[in-house]
């Protein structure tokens, strides 16, 4: 077994607020491997978006990691490389790290790009603040690689490359961006809700476009999302996050078929999917947690129909409960029997 | 039949921006009955949220008529507009926008209980608000009364929303994407007390929606109105134009939407479109709205004439000449 590309190991990350510790990121472990696509799941307040944040060094100044290391390995030519220490990077070192090697694509395309640079600024500015193809070789050179990228996210290139943001649609700028992502060939991308607030049309082609440049570039992806539907179709792992914590992970179709957790079957439960049946849609009762304000215990157990004494004073392990799946709760053996997973 | 709660009688609207003139809502025809549960499905600039606030009067249309119980909604009497905008409300999109954050709840619901002498009293204007409450699964209600918007979550809300709703006793609520801002797991929750509104006191809903799959399970025993630069393409039983879609358009988007279940999803089959960009509002195309992207464009016949929503093999209305081709 080759090396995974990027191993995060007990990260912990806090936002200071007046009332108190954000908890938002509680001793996440996963590893990422070369090629292959993780979705990080979760509602919103789970502290998926701040994983991919802290990743990055890109944590706004109220937030501290508390602890954890993420290694990320520079695989060339099928061997594992250099190892780099993601959270002490700094200066250069960073910079080389962010771009060349790991790339994101952030939440809201219609404000991550700048309305008064054309689509051609943007990837002259991304080449030479990374240091790629730099002097006189940029203009012929990088314009060809970045029209090429135009065409393999199926943009029009020639007229994109001379567009203001603004003349492009939601979905087209979304599709600038991973373009832009890929400019330095990183191998490993993050992508922050790629599709949320398009239109299903238009995200069906972003999904189009990302699983053809994954097959043809062969670059790991993270995906971070609330949306279980993209998580079925492109990941090939999925890890469900609750109140900060990785509650379970395993391969994409033992977590949809065979949940062991009792949030995860809840949320698969409460996804209306065409096919489904009326009567076996479910939603899981109560609301999510304050992060500020953690439940003793499992964090689950205010809303978990299994929860007794020790989900109350015990915080459940991950623990691997088949090869390859890991869970986070007491009950795990039987969670499946008592709720019943519509979807199997 | 009986007359229609609801009635859209050649409804159109346009707007104009920077001089040019958009057309969001394209000669609609819709009867709504009493208790009826209705979702708009559509993508963004489909005309499906102006439809909709047209319908709770927040927005006069263009041309054509919107009769509530037969009485055009522009022209109505006094005394029957105040039974209208009583009769017919709106629960708007976003929970976090649309309550005053520095009322409390109970203030909220009290005004226009006493403004429109639902209640008498302070007493009585309480219990009320209690009641109403634990009619959108607030409880106990006494946790809620003098708590302040921003100390709930999303679907709270959403919740307190509804309950402002129901204040005035409406027949009918129009519900703009009033659960897609709140999380998965509590969604069908929220879905579920819409229902159990009409059931239990015959309130009816027009939601509004771009998630197929979600006005499936919601409009269960309803319609379901698919919604395309600003005209309905195909209109029909709820499981009938999910399960037996007629038209192309919706045939496209039943095969586009990600499934959450990975067999599912990799196993489907999809259809090409034509073209991938919505064209511009501004550039509506001529005949068929749908003809530059439409799988099984047929030429010009698809490109010059407009086709009228008509019933399909399936009971559904459908605006296609290929459907009616094949029909007849």
Redesign the interface.
């Known amino acids: 077994m080759p090396e995974p590309v990027l191993s995060v190991r007990d990260l912990s990350i806090a936002y200071q607020a007046r009332r108190g510790k954000v908890q938002a990121v509680r001793s996440i472990s996963f590893d990422v491997e070369r090629g292959e696509a993780v979705a990080l799941i979760g ?2 307040g789970s502290g998926k978006t701040t994983v991919g944040l802290g990743l990055m060094h890109l944590l706004p100044a109220t937030a501290k990691v508390l602890e954890g290391n993420v290694l990320y390995r520079r695989h060339s030519n099928g061997l594992a490389g250099r190892e780099i220490e993601v959270l002490s990077l700094k200066g250069d070192n960073l910079r080389q790290f962010r771009w060349h090697e790991c790339a994101m694509v952030f939440q809201s395309a219609l404000n991550a790009l700048n309305p008064v640079l054309r689509i051609s600024e943007h990837f002259a500015d991304t080449a030479k603040a990374h240091g790629y193809l730099s002097g006189y070789r940029q203009t012929t050179a990088l314009k060809e690689r970045s029209l090429q990228l135009l065409s393999m996210v ?1 943009l029009d290139p020639e007229r994109v490359w001379r567009s203001f943001p603004h003349e492009l ?1 939601g ?2 700028r979304q599709r600038v961006l991973i373009a832009l992502a890929l400019l330095l060939e990183p191998q490993l991308l993050i992508l922050d809700e790629p599709t949320t607030a398009l ?7 972003i ?2 476009v990302l699983k053809e440049l994954r097959q043809k570039l062969g670059f790991a992806m993270l995906f971070i999302s ?8 492109l990941a090939d792992r999925v890890a469900t996050v609750y109140a900060g914590a990785i509650i379970e992970i395993g391969d ?2 033992t977590i ?2 065979k949940p062991y957790h009792p949030y995860t079957i ?3 439960n ?7 049946d ?1 009567s076996t ?5 109560g ?2 947690p304050d992060l500020i304000q953690l439940p003793t215990g499992c964090k689950f157990h205010p809303r978990c129909p299994l929860a007794d004494d020790r989900c109350r004073r015990e915080e459940p392990p991950l623990t691997e409960v088949v090869s390859g799946h890991k869970t986070a709760c007491w009950h795990w053996s039987k969670a499946r029997e008592v709720l019943k997973v519509y ?1 199997a | 039949m009986p007359e229609p709660l609801l009635a859209l009688d050649h409804v159109n609207r346009t707007f104009t921006v920077k001089g040019q003139t958009i057309k969001a809502v394209d000669d609609i025809n819709l009867d709504i009955q009493a208790g009826e549960v209705l979702c708009l499905v559509g993508e963004s600039g489909c005309g499906k949220t102006t439809t909709g606030k047209m319908i709770a009067g927040l927005l006069p249309t263009s041309s054509g008529r919107i009769l509530y119980r037969g009485k055009d909604i522009a022209s109505i009497a006094d005394k029957d507009r105040k039974a209208y905008r009583l009769g017919v409300q709106m629960v708007h999109q976003d929970p976090y926008a649309s309550l005053n954050p520095i009322q409390t709840i109970y203030q909220t619901l009290a005004a226009p209980l006493q403004h429109h002498r639902f209640t008498r009293g302070e007493s009585e204007t309480k219990r009320r608000v209690r009641e109403l409450l634990e009619i959108v699964d607030l409880t106990p209600p006494d946790d809620f009364l003098e708590k302040y918007p921003h100390q709930l979550s999303g679907g709270q809300r959403q919740r307190v929303s509804v309950a402002r709703a129901l204040t005035v006793l409406p027949e009918f609520i129009v519900a703009d994407e009033a659960v897609s801002m709140v999380d998965v797991s509590i969604r069908i929750s929220l879905l579920k007390m819409f229902t159990r509104l009409k059931d239990e006191m015959g309130v009816g809903v027009l939601l509004i929606t771009h998630d197929l799959a979600l006005a499936k399970y919601f409009a269960w025993e309803g319609r379901i109105g698919v919604m395309y630069l600003g005209r309905i393409m195909e209109i029909g039983q709820a499981r009938e134009v999910v399960d037996h879609p007629q038209h192309p358009y919706t045939q496209v988007l039943l095969s586009a939407i990600p499934e959450a279940d990975p067999d599912a999803a990799r196993a489907k089959k999809r259809i090409e479109l034509r073209s991938t960009d919505m064209p511009s509002l501004l550039q509506i195309p001529t005949g068929c709205t749908f003809h530059p992207r439409c799988p099984v464009f047929a030429g010009e016949v698809c490109e010059k004439v407009v086709p009228p929503l008509k019933k399909g093999d399936w009971g559904s209305d459908v605006a296609c000449h290929l459907v009616q081709a094949h029909e007849s």
């Open positions: 509602e919103s199926r649609s979905g087209m239109d299903i049309l238009t995200q069906r082609s999904m189009d609330h949306d279980l539907a993209l998580a079925a179709e994409v179709r949809f078929r809840g949320l698969i409460a996804v209306p999917t065409l096919t489904s009326k849609l479910i939603s899981v009762p609301s999510p979807r």
